[in-house]
């Protein structure tokens, strides 16, 4: 049908790097503020006096941050059919202000679908890196891919 | 020290019902043009002709709102000291504008660390809900808990 990845050309073992996003303080307090406002995420004085010595991103900043790489440079490639979740989801290092984050994708599982035809499973394995290659997050996502041919075996 | 729940106060199968969270479309519409810009996210009518018939809201909204009730409900009373990541996390029916989300909360894992002995780890898993009752999201949380008396074997 088209140039995208579908759900029979996708092998295990495949893999990708793509992404540039540069986390800024402001986002990182205007995140926190609607959706995880603790003080290491929005008080730069009291993340300061912290554990973590400073202004971190909230663990699920980072994850939108990965999702947006996901859907500038990922998704307009493949013939996704919508995701069903994920498992294995570790955040590994503080994401601080002036970080500049990437991602690495890894085929870890290819399922066909006993019951729908159109469509196959697959669980791709992410790794967000920080400039120092440093991992920040990792996590396995699992996801709906078209077929190419609709109602195939 | 006080009446925070420590490590040694959480015990299996411990239940919370808590939060109230009222989506809107805005803010749908708001967080996926700068996280997760989807064309069922962001453009209502496109999204009336996806398979979800309507708009719907990011997987990771979902999920920021679910933490925005943590925060509000579930931080202030616990001594955690991070989280440190999820498992098995499921979007399991449409999050849409007008819906109203709760969160139910239960005790899964209870984990002693052989290494840190001021902190335990607790599984948790937390299953949000919408008005009708419908499960929307479901996931386990991995979070550390102080201890009351740090040092303590």
């Known amino acids: 049908m088209s140039g995208l990845v579908h759900f029979e050309d996708v092998e295990v073992g495949q893999t990708q790097r793509f992404g540039r996003y540069e986390v800024s303080k402001e986002e990182i307090i205007e995140y926190a503020r609607q959706f995880d406002p603790q003080p290491f995420h929005v008080d730069e004085e009291a993340a300061g ?3 973590f010595g400073g202004l971190i991103a909230s663990g699920w900043h980072t994850c939108a941050m990965f999702i947006r790489m996901i859907c ?7 013939a ?3 995701a069903l979740g994920f498992d294995d989801l570790k955040w590994l290092k503080p994401v601080r202000p002036g970080d500049v984050l990437s991602v690495e994708t890894r085929v870890k599982e290819r399922i066909e679908s006993p019951s729908r035809h159109a469509v196959g499973t697959v669980k791709i394995e992410s790794r967000v890196l920080n400039q120092r290659g440093e991992l920040v997050l ?3 996502g699992i996801s709906m891919y078209r077929r190419r041919q609709e109602g195939a075996a």
């Open 49 to 51: 006096r912290s554990m």
């Open 72 to 78: 500038d440079h990922a998704l307009p490639g493949a």
């Open 80 to 82: 996704t059919a919508g």
């Open 138 to 140: 990792s996590l396995v």
